[in-house]
């Protein structure tokens, strides 16, 4: 899906590469945190239940605190490190909103 | 008027009273008011609205009693309402809002063309429409119990109060009295959950304590003809493979149902969405990871007090409920020996999923005000979501069919407000009808939403926003065979509509159809539009143009 090319005429004029950079560093930090996110719930939760139940800690036997429990704290955390690495990631690449800025900002 | 009587009375008044004063303060006059709350809602504010919108009846008050029974895999509740918020937030909300319009027909209207304007509001109506159903019988369940009032009162209440502040708020007035709505409801479910926590496990976390009871729990299963609760895959007859795909549908249904969707286009900036799908997920979280906790206490004290006791010796909490015509009891003089949510099962003692919630407290031996509280809660989680969703409804009927379609875009605002107005009326009033005459129990009805939601939206949007190349005729293609099959599933498999019902095809539920519903979109989708023409020059730029959150300030 990160099929991003230019090739259907006037996608990026020269000098607009870092469009396409800005959409790659979005795209790979997708792809990761999308992958941890399949693991914990798909995997862990469903997948691999059964053998991580093997496994009981504080009471709760792993595969079913997964499904239960951590998927849900993992899925919390995956948004918030989103949110905020797209705060660096926008920053870096200068398209950050300003509150100030609506409006008057012609490159 | 019993001291449970007064006190949930006392509850449901001041927050109903709440709600409409809300309602009152923030009413509207603007189209852009009435459909995205001006753009500006603050971030924690919207993830609460989100959070109340998301949790509907089905969450609060069935989803508790689901996992009471099936134990384990009641997990896919848990990971699929929740886990679709994760492809929400990364894969749509930022994108949707920074094109910034008003519903999400309209998105793709403008993305693909106009008659998948018409097919998106067509699906947007129904699947809202099964999911509005679902609010009104749960809000039913709460009057029925707690007031004596029949269910109908309860429809005909909840209706009106709706109304009135959906009417005249709008998106505005639905958001602020879904702030309130979280608050209450989040308290109601926490209160309980921590008293219970405390008098069982010796810990106010009911999070951590319920660990310690699952061996006791297991057990006491095992001896009432129950599967254990630590086991996997016994909740559902199609076994590993109903579970994820059960999961893999709720998760891509709660990212393609337009009511959440639409709440991230209320934000002020992109950076906003980002961080209300945050908050939002964090609210939802705190209910989602009681849930499991206030299922298997529950259990637990239902299963310790029907042990070594005859139907005559129940506590006295059965009596009502049973009055009410959710427990069932098979057991004229003997032992009580077998348990089970099951109508047809025969069981010595039938209790149904949907009350587990809202009798836990009463269960659990608490106090009159907490089960008064309880009460308001669930009508609170009823009410938002009913809003939310009739706003969806009204949204696609007045603004993608009335304006963008039949008016031409030529209707003034004024009459924009006005067809806004009647078409919120008249969803009401259809929403009436269909609560009156439910179809299945709560939360089963709500899951054939997210079915029909993953297989038409989501892929569409994904597509729509990731991949330049999808055109009008594949995503019309698309979502027309994704609905067309998941729905023929459904029908094939259920008794709706006078059809019989057939087994289920390799142990697949009609609820878990909506996975394999999505991948047939996404097939189609892509097969058709690699073999017609590529959209327009204007609409890849616009793809393009959502990508960022802003124009670019400084170079790089």
Redesign the interface.
């Known amino acids: 899906?990160?099929?991003?090319t230019y090739e259907?005429?006037?996608?990026a004029p020269p000098g607009e590469d870092?469009?396409r950079?800005?959409?790659k560093k979005?795209v790979r930090l997708?792809v990761v945190?999308?992958a941890i996110?399949a693991t914990v719930?798909?995997g862990f939760?469903?997948?691999l239940?059964?053998p991580l139940?093997n496994i009981v800690?504080?009471?709760?036997?792993l595969?079913?605190?997964f499904?239960?429990?951590g998927?849900?704290?993992t899925?919390?955390l995956?948004?918030?490190v989103?949110?905020l690495w797209?705060?660096r990631i926008?920053k870096?690449?200068?398209?950050?909103?300003?509150p100030a800025?609506e409006g008057g900002?012609?490159? | 008027m019993s001291s449970m009587q007064f006190w949930t009375f006392l509850f449901l008044v001041l927050s109903f009273g709440l709600y409409i004063y809300i309602a009152w303060r923030s009413r509207v006059k603007e189209t852009k008011e009435f459909y995205v709350a001006s753009q500006g809602v603050p971030t924690v504010a919207n993830g609460m609205a989100v959070a109340a919108d998301w949790m509907s009846a089905a969450s609060f008050i069935g989803m508790a009693g689901m996992?009471t029974f099936m134990g384990?895999d009641?997990?896919v509740y848990?990971?699929g309402w929740?886990?679709g918020?994760?492809?929400l937030?990364?894969?749509l909300a930022?994108y949707l809002r920074k094109w910034g319009k008003f519903t999400v027909p309209e998105f793709v209207g403008d993305r693909y063309s106009d008659s998948v304007r018409v097919i998106a509001a067509i699906s947007a109506i129904v699947v809202s429409f099964t999911y509005v159903v679902g609010q009104m019988t749960g809000g039913g369940v709460v009057f029925a119990r707690f007031l004596g009032l029949s269910a109908e009162w309860a429809v005909v209440v909840a209706a009106a109060v709706i109304f009135f502040y959906a009417v005249l708020g709008g998106m505005k007035g639905i958001t602020y009295t879904q702030v309130a709505q979280y608050i209450v409801l989040i308290i109601a479910y926490a209160i309980p959950a921590v008293a219970v926590s405390q008098q069982i496990g010796g810990f106010p976390i009911p999070?951590?304590t319920y660990?310690?009871?699952?061996?006791e729990l297991d057990a006491l299963r095992t001896e009432f003809g129950l599967h254990e609760f630590?086991e996997?895959?016994a909740g559902r007859d199609g076994g590993?493979l109903d579970?994820?795909l059960v999961?893999?549908s709720l998760?891509l249904g709660t990212a393609g149902l337009p009511h959440v969707i639409i709440r991230f286009y209320t934000t002020k900036?992109?950076?906003g969405a980002?961080?209300s799908?945050?908050w939002a997920?964090?609210f939802i979280?705190l209910l989602?990871?009681t849930a499991?906790a206030v299922g298997a206490f529950t259990n637990l004290n239902l299963l310790r007090g029907a042990q070594g006791s005859t139907a005559d010796e129940l506590p006295s909490w059965i009596d009502p409920w049973a009055d009410a015509g959710y427990v069932t009891l098979n057991a004229e003089d003997g032992l009580i020996d077998t348990v089970s949510n099951d109508a047809a099962s025969g069981a010595d003692l039938i209790v149904s999923n949907d009350i587990l919630v809202l009798a836990s407290p009463e269960i659990g031996g608490l106090p009159a005000p907490i089960i008064g509280l309880m009460a308001a809660g669930g009508m609170a989680a009823a009410l938002s979501t009913a809003a939310g969703l009739l706003l969806v409804i009204s949204s696609a009927a007045s603004h993608d069919i009335y304006y963008r379609m039949i008016s031409k875009e030529q209707a003034t605002e004024k009459t924009q407000m006005l067809v806004g107005r009647l078409a919120m009326t008249g969803a009401v009033i259809v929403a009436i009808f269909a609560g009156l005459n439910p179809p299945a129990f709560v939360a089963q009805v709500v899951a054939f939403a997210f079915g029909l939601a993953a297989s038409t939206f989501f892929p569409i949007l994904?597509?729509g926003i990731?991949?330049?190349?999808a055109n009008a005729k594949g995503a019309a293609a698309g979502m027309l065979t994704g609905l067309v099959f998941s729905a023929g599933y459904m029908i094939y498999t259920l008794e709706i509509f006078g059809t019989g019902a057939n087994d289920h095809i390799l142990g697949i539920s009609p609820e878990g159809i909506g996975a394999i519903g999505a991948l047939v979109n996404f097939t189609v989708t892509i097969i058709v539009s690699n073999l017609t023409r590529?959209p327009s020059?204007e609409v890849?730029?616009m793809v393009?143009s959502i990508?960022?959150?802003?124009?670019?300030?400084?170079?790089?």
């Open positions: 899906m990160s099929d991003v259907n005429g006037g996608g870092w469009r950079r800005y959409w979005n997708l945190l999308l996110w719930s798909l939760g469903v997948l239940v059964e139940n800690i504080l009471g709760f036997p595969g079913l605190w499904a239960q429990q998927a849900i704290y899925f919390v995956l948004i918030l989103y949110a797209m705060d926008d870096e690449f200068g398209v950050d909103e300003r800025a900002d012609s490159r | 996992i384990s009641g997990a848990l990971m929740t886990g918020f994760v492809l937030a990364l894969l930022p999070q951590v660990g310690t009871i699952l061996s630590t996997a895959f590993q579970v994820f999961t893999a998760m900036t992109v950076r980002r961080f799908a945050f997920l964090f979280s989602y990871l499991p994904i597509l990731f991949w330049k190349k590529p020059h890849q730029e393009e990508r960022y959150p802003s124009q670019q300030t400084t170079k790089v």
